[in-house]
């Protein structure tokens, strides 16, 4: 454990921060505040710092987390939720996660665990969710007393009344999510349970179904089933239910919707067969590049080669300055990603497909993902799908991003071809990233051209305008060795010259590395580069940029 004497820095607290930090989080003595902001932070610093010893950290390792844990809460960069400001350090045995979702069964006991349940939940300040889908409807017989059911949203009140007799006692008030499925007998109780104002502890929403949606898109009716027996109970149309979720939406805020076979169909539920998805996280597309320590990864590599982690990613130094972040490694990744301002991350996944907007700022910058998913602003955080066209400014990268250290091509390069007559093509092509193998590149897709992909004439050519004497020396001195056997210039018309390198596998190489057989207008720049090393990327830049220049000086 880091030492107990706490760091000399003082917090800057509002009256409001102090009131609240008073009646919620300080720890208390018969009654009595015993704890100061300062120390609370200190307290909670030390407990979450501790666990990183289970991981081979030293004491000395330990002690900088605490510090620097503690720095970001006085300064008020970071506060972990509430749960762990109530109960981190004091030893009681309580949780420090915030959200739970509880199983309610269809049976006395089990319905009155997951009340019991709640309460020790929420009276240590965490929230809860439950799925009422597999209570029997209302009526429903009841086999071993002879009676009737009386419905999941009686039960739904005995759960709302035990939050609100814990909220008295406990340390801030419980919150709660409930679920019942568009196909259960009582849906249209649960819909409008909250418009006599008696639940006051829930946020509610319908699972809507594939069956329903269809039947609403189409003006039709859909079944109703109770879930004890799996029997068809009844049909209601699709449009009146839909109309009365409006309504009681309208009134009271509730109920929301789930489209709960749409997500648990999807690779946004990686477990389906622990349980179902409720809700999901924002997030942004497959090609969307990522600012990490390796350089700008898309997001559907990251999702497909660090799902556990190992990789760190870029920080904005405005919103978590360097000096905050812990210089060791401990997550798979270099030193070094912690001095570029990368953190790693824990994992990363594919939540399936998601409706997106897009988000394009008068400079050209551009960014597809999830409505909710949230852009710093000039006034904060918002979601993209609330940002004011001409109104907001978007924050972007404000320091320099940072490049892999490894150098190594994607792509392997033998030194020896087979063709399908049998006869053998060498070719010394590079192993690694450099400066001139970007300098090619970017003069190739800048004024060059590429056959490759099964063309009648496999071919790699280059274009040098009259005044292009010194870059095409330069070049011509990389190719041909790498070709095998040297190339010399053809001259065009009005002075222009070519080097033209036939084969199917230099060329083949070449397209490997992202450049690709398109017209003028189409072309692009081998993607590759924005994931690998300085070098090859300034030399791809380099040599784009000098053969657009040279064809514009072109009559």
């Given at each position: ?6 760091p000399?820095?003082?917090g800057?607290?509002s ?7 008073r ?5 208390r ?5 015993r704890e100061?902001?300062e120390?609370?932070?200190?307290r909670v610093a030390r ?6 010893s289970?991981?081979g950290r030293?004491e000395?390792?330990?002690a900088?987390v605490?510090?620097?844990?503690y ?8 506060l ?8 981190a350090?004091?030893e009681?045995?309580?949780q420090?996660s915030?959200c739970?979702v509880l199983?309610?069964g269809d049976s006395?006991?089990e ?5 019991k ?5 929420q ?5 809860t ?5 597999r209570?029997?409807p209302k ?7 002879g009676?009737?059911?009386?419905g999941?949203?009686s039960f739904?009140?005995?759960?709302n009344?035990?939050?609100?007799a814990?909220k008295?006692?406990g340390?801030r008030r419980?919150?709660?999510?409930g ?9 249209l109780?649960f819909i409008e349970?909250k418009?006599?104002?008696g639940?006051?502890n829930?946020?509610i929403s ?5 069956a329903?949606?269809?039947?609403l ?10 879930p004890?027996t799996g ?9 009146d239910?839909?109309?009365?979720i ?6 009271t ?18 477990t389906p067969?622990?349980g179902?998805i ?8 497959g ?6 320590d ?12 660090f799902t556990e982690g ?9 919103l ?5 972040m812990?210089?060791e ?10 001095g570029?301002g990368?953190l790693?991350i ?7 497909e998601?409706d997106?907007?897009?988000v394009?700022t008068a ?7 999830t409505?909710d ?12 799908g609330?940002?004011?066209v ?5 924050w ?7 490049f892999?250290d490894d150098?190594?091509?994607p792509v392997?390069?033998p ?19 450099s400066?001139d193998?970007?300098l090619v590149?970017?003069w190739?897709?800048g004024?060059?051209?590429?056959r490759a ?5 496999p071919t790699v050519?280059l274009v040098?305008?009259g005044e ?5 020396e330069r070049i011509?001195?990389?190719m041909n ?15 222009v010259?070519?080097l033209?390198y036939p084969?199917?596998f ?6 490997s590395l992202?450049v690709?057989?398109?017209g003028a ?5 081998p993607?590759?580069?924005?994931s690998?090393a300085r070098?090859p990327s300034?030399?791809?830049?380099s040599?784009v940029f ?10």
């Amino acid at each position: 454990m880091p030492s107990e004497t706490r760091p000399s820095k003082l917090g800057r607290w509002s009256e409001p921060a102090l009131r609240v930090l008073r009646e919620r989080y300080l720890s208390r003595e018969q009654g009595q505040v015993r704890e100061s902001p300062e120390e609370m932070c200190w307290r909670v610093a030390r407990a979450i710092a501790g666990a990183e010893s289970r991981f081979g950290r030293s004491e000395a390792a330990v002690a900088e987390v605490a510090a620097a844990f503690y720095d970001m809460m006085v300064d008020g960069y970071f506060l972990p939720n509430s749960p762990t400001l109530m109960n981190a350090g004091k030893e009681n045995a309580l949780q420090y996660s915030a959200c739970y979702v509880l199983p309610v069964g269809d049976s006395m006991e089990e319905i009155f665990d997951s009340v019991k349940a709640a309460a020790i939940i929420q009276q240590s300040g965490g929230g809860t969710g439950f799925a009422f889908s597999r209570l029997r409807p209302k009526d429903d017989i009841v086999h071993s007393t002879g009676g009737r059911a009386s419905g999941p949203i009686s039960f739904l009140r005995v759960f709302n009344a035990a939050t609100e007799a814990v909220k008295q006692g406990g340390a801030r008030r419980g919150a709660n999510m409930g679920i019942l499925r568009v196909d259960h007998p009582d849906v249209l109780e649960f819909i409008e349970c909250k418009l006599d104002g008696g639940i006051t502890n829930f946020n509610i929403s319908v699972a809507a179904t594939d069956a329903f949606v269809e039947a609403l898109a189409g003006d039709g009716e859909y079944e109703l089933i109770n879930p004890r027996t799996g029997q068809v109970t009844g049909r209601l149309r699709a449009r009146d239910v839909f109309a009365r979720i409006v309504g009681a939406a309208w009134r009271t805020g509730d109920p929301g919707m789930v489209f709960i076979d749409r997500i648990n169909r999807s690779p946004a539920n990686p477990t389906p067969d622990v349980g179902l998805i409720e809700a999901t996280n924002p997030c942004i597309a497959g090609d969307s590049l990522v600012a990490t320590d390796r350089g700008l990864l898309r997001m559907e590599r990251i999702a497909s080669a660090f799902t556990e982690g190992g990789l760190a990613v870029k920080v904005d130094q405005r919103l978590v300055p360097s000096r905050l972040m812990v210089w060791e490694g401990t997550h798979d990744v270099p030193l070094s990603a912690y001095g570029q301002g990368c953190l790693p991350i824990s994992r990363a996944f594919c939540s399936g497909e998601r409706d997106t907007v897009t988000v394009r700022t008068a400079a050209g910058f551009e960014l597809t993902c999830t409505p909710d998913h949230r852009l710093m602003t000039d006034r904060g955080w918002v979601q993209a799908g609330m940002l004011r066209v001409g109104a907001d400014r978007v924050w972007i990268q404000s320091d320099p991003g940072a490049f892999a250290d490894d150098a190594t091509l994607p792509v392997e390069t033998p030194s020896e071809f087979v063709g399908r007559n049998g006869r053998r093509y060498r070719h010394a092509l590079p192993t690694r990233w450099s400066r001139d193998l970007g300098l090619v590149l970017g003069w190739l897709v800048g004024d060059g051209w590429l056959r490759a992909s099964g063309a009648t004439y496999p071919t790699v050519g280059l274009v040098f305008g009259g005044e292009d004497d010194a870059a095409l020396e330069r070049i011509a001195g990389l190719m041909n060795p790498w070709f095998g056997r040297p190339v010399e210039a053809r001259t065009r018309a009005r002075g222009v010259r070519h080097l033209m390198y036939p084969g199917k596998f230099f060329a083949g190489f070449l397209q490997s590395l992202g450049v690709r057989s398109r017209g003028a207008g189409a072309k692009t720049g081998p993607g590759t580069f924005v994931s690998d090393a300085r070098g090859p990327s300034v030399g791809c830049l380099s040599g784009v940029f000098t053969a657009l220049r040279t064809r514009r000086r072109e009559p």
